[in-house]
Antibody, heavy 119, light 106 residues
Framework: QITLKESGPTLLKPTQTLTLTCNFS??????????VGWIRQPPGKALEWLAL???????RYSPSLKSRLTITTDTSKNQVVLTMTDVDPVDTATYFC???????????WGQGTLVTVSS | DIQMTQSPSIVSASVGDRVTITCRAS??????LAWYQQKPGKAPKLLIY???TLQPGVPSRFSGSGSGTEFTLTINNLQPDDFATYYC????????FGQGTKVEIK
C-alpha cells in the first residue's frame, strides 16, 4: 500500500526559506520509472505543479518557479525534500506530494500540509 | 507551457443527471490527460488517465474521451458522492492543471 505524508512549518515570514519533507512508504524511489512530485493549492484556487524527482535523480521544475525550488531525495530514508527560497504571501497554500510511474500521472497523494506566509 | 482551460467553472446538477466537463489545451498532444476529483480539505483523487483509462476502483459511471486539444469527462447517473470539484491535468509536457469545475447540487 502506497502512502505519502508531508511535513513542514505551518507559518513562515516573507523572505524565509520553506523546507517541506515527504515521507513515503509502499514503494521505492530506486525503482525504475518511479517519481515523486510536489503540487500546491492556494486556498480556494486550482492545483499547481511545482517539481518532480525521478528514480534516477533526474529533476524537473515548474518554469515559473525554477529559480526558487530545489528537490532532493534520501532514498535510504524514503524521503523527498522540497526547498523554496524567498517565500511571499502568495506562496500560502496546501502543499501535496504525490507518487507517479512512467506513463502515468500522480496516482497516490499525501494528505497535504498548509503553509501560511505572513509577516 | 501547455495551458488547460476547463468549462464550465460550475455545473448545477441533480442526482441521476449526466454531467459533461470539457478541457481544452493550448497545444495539441496525444492522450496524456488525466482527470481528478477533489473534495473540500482532501487530496485530489485520480479518476482517469491517458484520457480514457479508468483508475482501478473508480466507478464505471465515470468516463473520459478526447485527443488533440479537446478532452471530456462524463459522469453518468450522478451520485451524491460525486458532488465535488474536478480538475483536468496534462502530463505531455511537465504537468499543468485546469482551473477546476465544481459540480454542485441543483
Amino acid at each position: 500500500q502506497i502512502t505519502l505524508k508531508e511535513s513542514g512549518p505551518t507559518l513562515l515570514k516573507p523572505t524565509q526559506t520553506l523546507t517541506l519533507t515527504c515521507n513515503f512508504s509502499g514503494f521505492s524511489l530506486s525503482t525504475s520509472g518511479v517519481g515523486v512530485g510536489w503540487i500546491r493549492q492556494p486556498p480556494g484556487k486550482a492545483l499547481e505543479w511545482l517539481a518532480l524527482i525521478y528514480w534516477h535523480d533526474d529533476k524537473r521544475y515548474s518554469p515559473s518557479l525554477k529559480s526558487r525550488l530545489t528537490i532532493t531525495t534520501d532514498t535510504s530514508k524514503n524521503q523527498v525534500v522540497l526547498t523554496m527560497t524567498d517565500v511571499d504571501p502568495v506562496d500560502t497554500a496546501t502543499y501535496f506530494c504525490a507518487h507517479k510511474e512512467t506513463g502515468r500521472t500522480f496516482d497516490h497523494w499525501g494528505q497535504g500540509t498548509l503553509v501560511t506566509v505572513s509577516s | 507551457d501547455i495551458q488547460m482551460t476547463q468549462s464550465p467553472s460550475i455545473v448545477s446538477a441533480s442526482v441521476g443527471d449526466r454531467v459533461t466537463i470539457t478541457c481544452r489545451a493550448s497545444h495539441s498532444f496525444i492522450s496524456w490527460l488525466a482527470w481528478y476529483q477533489q473534495k473540500p480539505g482532501k487530496a485530489p483523487k485520480l479518476l482517469i488517465y491517458k484520457a480514457s483509462t479508468l483508475q482501478p476502483g473508480v466507478p464505471s459511471r465515470f468516463s473520459g474521451s478526447g485527443s488533440g486539444t479537446e478532452f471530456t469527462l462524463t459522469i453518468n447517473n450522478l451520485q451524491p458522492d460525486d458532488f465535488a470539484t474536478y480538475y483536468c491535468q496534462q502530463y505531455s509536457s511537465f504537468w499543468t492543471f485546469g482551473q477546476g469545475t465544481k459540480v454542485e447540487i441543483k
